[in-house]
């Protein structure tokens, strides 16, 4: 935080007083893509994120600035003239979130200068952007003194991101960044915003992420894509059935009437909705009686169902997964959107090291590539420093 200090007033001068904030990132441990299904989702947030350093200003100007993309510079822009510009890069996950806000009501006549540095790694499907996104909305209700409560704060983030930004995300990453509670997971009802938080207090056993290293290339369009065939088998099923959202639906009901949607592949995505949603909600309940092997076995299931039916894993996110289950993992699941970024592992803490050694190991032997592993550390939701 001294750094960061330093850094903002050598790119904006020492005056008046400055605040810091941080926001962290996420892992989900199970109930993956189900968020816009109106599903369940149980992620927590992690102890790296991103930090912030501000200044209120008495004019309307905002100037923006990150470590991380330094080489962009600073990034001016005034507080009636919010739009999205490409050549603003990373800066339109702030202007975003600052024009959902007036959008809101919650308007502002002075701007202000920011400096952020993140300590997520990059491209991982970690939820730098979410991080960003709810840094900035602590910033703003702080130095504006806005009453606007947490929940309030997680959804105009999330419209940041589907309407400015043009990423088409459900709640789950800002939810987590906003939300998330030290050694807690959360269990959220994605249609209802009901929320309940787990402790996550493993003692025998270690939580391990592994970063396949590969970066999620054309993922968006893909989980845009996912998304749309949710969309149709929602509405095949609606011809007969009076739903809103398939996280609705039993087993039972979707067995019964999934032969209403018409193609094979859609079908297969709707089960995967289905089936991810119920596990999720089964898998929190053992956890919450102890049983961290049969939590396990369910983050299993969930990776096969998203590599078989949902189809977002890939080469590199199966090969560390299967390594995992090969070196003792207890449960291992690739986490976020896919098609690269990270995998959650469980694991015993007795060969925790061995596993590091061998998984890292046969990733190289398959794909040639190096993954990165790091012992998850949860951490509290975004918040004033
Ligand atoms: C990304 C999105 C989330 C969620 C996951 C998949 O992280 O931002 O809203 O849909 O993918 O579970």
Not at 10 to 27: K, M, T, W
Not at 60 to 80: P, W
Not at 226 to 238: I, K
């Amino acid at each position: 935080m001294e750094q960061l200090r330093e850094e903002f007033i050598n790119q904006f001068g020492d005056h008046g007083e400055l605040v810091s904030f941080f926001a962290p990132g996420r892992v989900n441990l199970i109930g993956e893509h189900t968020d816009y299904n109106g599903g369940h989702v149980f992620p927590c947030a992690l102890s790296v994120g991103t930090y912030v350093v501000a200044r209120k200003r008495y004019d309307a100007n905002i100037q923006l600035y990150s470590k991380n993309f330094s080489g962009a510079g600073i990034i001016e822009t005034k507080v009636d003239e919010l739009t999205y510009e490409q050549v603003h890069d990373w800066a339109n996950y702030p202007k975003g979130v600052a024009a959902l806000f007036q959008q809101a009501g919650y308007t502002f006549p002075y701007g202000f200068d920011a400096i952020y540095y993140g300590n997520i790694p990059n491209g991982a499907g970690l939820s730098s952007s979410a991080s960003v996104e709810l840094v900035t909305a602590v910033m703003l209700k702080e130095l504006f003194q806005f009453e606007i409560d947490r929940i309030e704060m997680v959804k105009l983030a999330q419209k940041a991101e589907n309407e400015f930004v043009g990423v088409n995300c459900g709640i789950m990453d800002q939810f987590a960044s906003g939300m998330g509670k030290k050694n807690h997971a959360v269990l959220l009802n994605c249609d209802t915003l009901d929320y309940q938080y787990t402790p996550i207090s493993l003692t025998n056993e270690q939580l391990i992420i592994a970063n396949t290293n590969k970066q999620r290339g054309l993922s968006e369009s893909k989980y845009n894509e996912r998304r749309q065939q949710c969309e149709t088998a929602l509405r095949d099923l609606q011809t007969e059935l009076d739903i809103s959202a398939l996280g609705e639906l039993t087993a039972d009901k979707f067995e019964d009437y999934k032969n209403l949607i018409q193609d094979d592949v859609v079908q297969k995505r709707a089960k995967h909705a289905v089936y991810e949603n119920l596990r999720t909600i089964n898998a929190v309940e053992q956890l919450q009686a102890g049983d961290v092997e049969g939590f396990g076995k369910l983050m299993n299931e969930s990776h096969v169902s998203l590599r078989d039916d949902y189809e977002v894993t890939g080469k590199e996110l199966d090969a560390l997964v299967e390594a995992a289950w090969e070196e003792g993992a207890i449960g291992s699941r690739m986490t976020g959107a896919g098609f690269g970024g990270c995998t959650i592992n469980i694991v015993p803490n007795e060969v925790t090291s061995r596993f590091i050694d061998r998984v890292g190991q046969k990733y190289t032997e398959i794909t040639g590539m190096e993954a990165d592993f790091y012992v998850v550390d949860i951490g509290d939701g975004a918040m004033k420093l």
